[in-house]
């Protein structure tokens, strides 16, 4: 009998240990729960798999991630900080010769030099609140539908139904807890807080399985 018991209490420490690894890969996960579906679009001569089904709504500050990091503007990160130096240099240039040079074209060097101020701000301001408006409209509380399955991702339903095959040609960025796949013109978000801990690692690896990582610019 003491084996038997030594045994369970090896079994129970086991899965508990097993568990405490998945909720620390997952840190995030809001409790929002999941469920495994079948995948109704199957052949008959298919073996019909299983998905995961989510069920979420967007922040609005995740759709603002989201749209950062998507193409809407070219200037952003690196390039903005690189557009930056560049206007600040030229700034700095314009502004000396104002108050050091005489001469004709003094006005002028003050009239550029502000001209590169009213740029830089340019460059890191408005796409800001462009994209701060945009996210304040997509963050309007819709519920997400999406079932996942090792070959592609099934997203919403009836008419506005649409997939997205994980067959090597779309494209994965992670980023601030966040998974989008893009492929065309078109980018799908997935929070890692609407994963449960127990399928996490699976949605990860069908995820990073399927699409090849998105390169930065």
């Known amino acids: ?55 979420y709504v967007m922040t609005e500050k ?5 749209l950062y990091n998507s193409d809407i503007y070219k ?10 130096v560049v206007f600040a240099l030229a700034a700095v240039a314009f502004f000396i010769a104002y108050f050091y040079m005489t001469g004709q074209f003094k006005e002028y060097n003050l009239f550029f030099g502000i001209l590169c101020v009213i740029m830089i701000a340019v460059v890191w301001l408005v796409p800001y609140f462009h994209i701060k408006s945009m996210a304040k409209l997509a963050a309007n509380g819709k519920k997400i539908d999406a079932e996942i399955y090792p070959d592609h991702i ?4 009836g008419s506005g139904a649409w997939s997205i095959e994980l067959d090597g040609n779309c494209y994965l960025s992670e980023f601030d807890n966040i998974f989008m796949i893009s492929v065309g013109d078109k980018s799908f ?19 990073v399985s399927g699409t090849r990582p998105k390169e930065e610019r």
């Open 75 to 84: 200037t952003k990160g690196v390039r903005a900080a690189f557009s930056t």
């Open 189 to 207: 978000a997935i929070p890692e807080r609407v994963i449960e801990p127990e399928v996490y690692n699976e949605v990860k690896a069908i995820l």
């Open 1 to 55: 009998m003491k084996e038997i018991d030594d045994s369970l209490n090896s079994d129970i420490h086991k899965q508990e240990a097993e568990e405490i690894e998945i909720n620390e890969d997952n840190p995030e996960w809001d409790g929002t729960e999941s469920e495994l579906v079948a995948d109704d679009d199957a052949e008959e001569y298919e073996i019909p798999e299983t998905g995961i089904k989510l069920s």
């Open 62 to 66: 995740e759709m603002y991630r989201c």
């Open 154 to 157: 099934d997203i919403g339903s």
